[in-house]
């Protein structure tokens, strides 16, 4: 990764270290959910690595579906505001969905998505959450499932962008300031 890698400061998790956690997660999800109807829902476009590979990790006949609710666009700072730009495919009445996602930060999004999904009559709602940024927290979420803890810095790389680029870097990094002074 030649290319993307000058755009980057540092990387904080390499693609072996997620590699080891998504098999952990995907074992304890096995253990916690065995006889359960599960939907995984991942959140487009950010969650689609980390769901293919925890997915593949699980050993349960899941399914799966998406949602694309708006985050950032292409500022690093939130909007503060939730809004579904695609909905579920299916209905989730009597199952157990599993919402995964790359990354929680304010917490804003997943505080509203939560609620939503369990009034639409889920079985239970949960969160697997690759990354947690948790001293930006503001809304009070409870994630089951957590991939690493990492510190207030914004992050490019399995799955996160920065104007929608660098999603496909292997590593999660953290990305250099020149990039969004030059924005
Ligand atoms: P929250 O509502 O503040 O928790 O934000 C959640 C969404 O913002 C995540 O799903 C990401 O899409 C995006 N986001 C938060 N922090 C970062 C970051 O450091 N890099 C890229 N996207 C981020
Ligand atoms: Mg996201």
Do not use: W
């Amino acid at each position: 990764m030649e290319n993307l890698s000058k755009d980057i400061k540092t990387v904080l998790v390499t693609k072996e270290q997620i590699a080891a956690k998504v098999k952990e997660l995907g074992a304890q999800i096995t253990k916690d959910y065995e006889g359960k109807d599960v939907v995984l829902v991942g959140i487009l476009k950010g969650a689609m690595p980390f769901l293919c590979d925890l997915m593949r990790s699980i050993d349960l006949p899941v399914t799966l579906d998406t949602m694309c609710v708006s985050s950032y666009g292409n500022s690093t700072v939130s909007s503060g505001h939730v809004k579904i730009k695609k909905d579920l495919d299916k209905d989730i009445r009597g199952k157990h969905v599993i919402v995964v996602e790359d990354i929680i930060d304010t917490g804003i999004t997943m505080s509203h998505l939560v609620p939503l999904l369990k009034e639409r009559g889920a079985a239970s709602v949960e969160l697997a959450i690759c990354l947690n940024k948790k001293e930006r927290r503001e809304a009070d979420v409870y994630v089951k499932y957590v991939g690493f803890e990492i510190p207030d810095e914004f992050i490019v790389g399995y799955g996160c962008d920065y104007a929608e680029k660098y999603r496909n870097l292997p590593d999660v990094c953290v990305l250099d300031h020149k990039v969004y002074t030059k924005a």
